[in-house]
């Protein structure tokens, strides 16, 4: 019988790097990390494309569009029945996120990464790629509606839930709110829950399907603006000062606990959202925001009655890529926060 034909595309990242004179440089190609599995043969028709070879800090967003344009093609022509995305794992929970913001296929997309280079005992690249794979090839991926899937340590998390939680263990990849959705033993890849998927229906009924090549190249930046003990607000000022809101078409607030701002930030914050979407997303980076616990000024009653826009489960790093996607498509506020409401 045939093998699944997997497509591998590689950005760059750790699991790409090779000694340099000083540290690891990036260098790899997604041939050699094809090359760099034993086994891989056994699980899938692997062929791999290089479409970057740069640490994931380097990304844009425009190049993450150009990535999901890429993988529709691929789908659409049935050239594969599955792709495996590597890059570094800095920004690996936004980029699988904003691919499942702009992906509407019915083939399995699976990322992966590596947290220990080439150069250390037990570096994971190979045994993730091979998970990936397995993942990638795997019957329920297809047959369910599970999104963009990324796998690390054997472990398969939602794009909507999975964060990098620590610098350089070699299992700082978790779903803090929810867990993972499949888990890797022996050659099977077992499904633990179906991940909650209604919040992309309200995407796609408000911007319409496969939106990366209609909105590549239509930046409309998003500032992210964290808060904390003490916040003055100087950069709220700063946005609220400039006639062109320093070019930013939205903000996102990393804002405290279940969804709360400074007192003294809140005058200008309702003036802030008179002029853009401002939308709150917590801090927590886990668990839905609250609606209608605390009164007063700065709670979550009061900010979403001035107009400030509510993220549901997101964390910032999340709700600025959607809002981003959202204003690209012209998006209106009631759109905006519809569809954010569908996010928990
Ligand atoms: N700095 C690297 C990157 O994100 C880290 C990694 O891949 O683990 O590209």
């Not at 607030?253 to 969804?259: E, I, K, P, T, V």
Request: hydrophobic share 50%; proline share 5%; aromatic share 4%.
């Amino acid at each position: 019988m045939s093998q699944p034909r997997i497509r591998l595309l590689a950005l760059g990242g750790t699991i790409a790097t090779q000694p340099g004179t000083q540290g690891m440089k990036q260098g790899l190609g997604g041939d050699d990390l094809v090359r760099m599995v034993p086994g891989l043969d056994t699980v899938a028709d692997v062929t791999a494309e290089t479409i970057s070879r740069t640490g994931s800090g380097n990304l844009t967003l425009d190049a993450v569009y150009a990535l999901a344009a890429r993988i529709e093609a691929l789908a659409t022509a049935r050239d594969v029945d599955g792709v495996v995305v590597t890059q570094g794992t800095d920004t690996l929970e936004e980029t699988a996120f904003l691919l499942d913001l702009l992906l509407d296929v019915d083939i399995p997309v699976v990322m992966t990464a590596a947290m220990r280079n080439t150069g250390m005992v037990s570096h994971d690249g190979p045994g993730n790629v091979l998970a990936a794979a397995r993942v990638a090839a795997a019957p329920w991926a297809r047959a369910n509606d599970v999104g963009v899937l990324v796998a690390l340590l054997d472990h398969v998390h939602a794009a909507f839930d999975v964060a990098k939680t620590e610098t350089s263990r070699i299992d700082a990849f978790r779903s803090p709110a929810t867990g993972p959705v499949a888990t890797l033993v022996e050659d099977r890849v077992v499904q633990l829950m179906r991940p909650v998927r209604d919040w992309k229906q309200t995407l796609r009924t408000a911007i319409g399907a496969s939106p990366a090549a209609r909105l590549g190249g239509a930046a409309a930046p998003v500032a992210l603006l964290w808060l904390s003990l003490g916040e003055q607000g100087a950069l709220i000022d700063a946005v609220l000062a400039d006639a062109r809101h320093l070019g930013f078409g939205g903000v996102v607030l990393g804002a405290m606990g279940g969804g709360h701002v400074p007192e003294l930030l809140v005058e200008r914050l309702t003036a802030l959202s008179q002029r853009l979407p401002v939308v709150v997303a917590s801090r927590t980076g886990a668990g839905p925001l609250l609606r209608r616990t605390y009164e007063g000024t700065g709670s979550e009653i009061a900010l979403r009655a001035a107009g400030l826009i509510y993220a549901g489960r997101l964390p910032p790093l999340k709700a600025r890529l959607l809002l981003d996607l959202l204003l690209r498509a012209g998006a209106g506020r009631a759109t905006i926060a519809a569809v954010f409401d569908a996010c928990g």
